[in-house]
């Protein structure tokens, strides 16, 4: 069941990225310095593999957030969506930071990146403390 479990927030996380980065696609691209074609769209945006890639690494994700969530005893669907919240705050962002930082980029591509993993993360928590 906790693979099943697994799966279903990595999906959720994914989905609610597709919403975010839908909602915030101009001024992330233009944070990103992601190059576009005359149609406003980043050249590779028909390439299967950087959803690839994101599938892959939010399950990932979720797996190693079920084990921390399950080797720390934290039981309900609350405190599991506050766990996700406190991953994607202080893990996840942070680094997030430090790349953006040694790189140049703009403190609005930290914000961007940095809300979707705290709000994705809060997501698969939830969803791992209702299985």
Known sequence: MQFVAVIVA???????G?????ML??????ASGVSVGPDGRPPNS???MPYLISLVAMLLVAGMMRHVLASSGVTT???????????GAFFITPWIA?????????LALT????????????I???????F
């Open 10 to 16: 990595a999906l959720a996380s994914f989905g609610f």
């Open 18 to 22: 597709a919403l975010w980065y839908g």
């Open 25 to 30: 696609s101009r001024p992330w691209m233009a």
């Open 46 to 48: 028909s390439s299967p």
């Open 77 to 87: 669907a609350g405190a599991a969506m506050v766990s996700g919240l406190g991953i």
């Open 98 to 106: 430090l790349n953006n930082a040694y790189t140049m980029r703009p």
């Open 111 to 122: 914000a961007i990146d940095g809300g979707y993993a705290i709000i994705g993360c809060g």
């Open 124 to 130: 698969m928590g939830l969803i791992l403390g209702l």
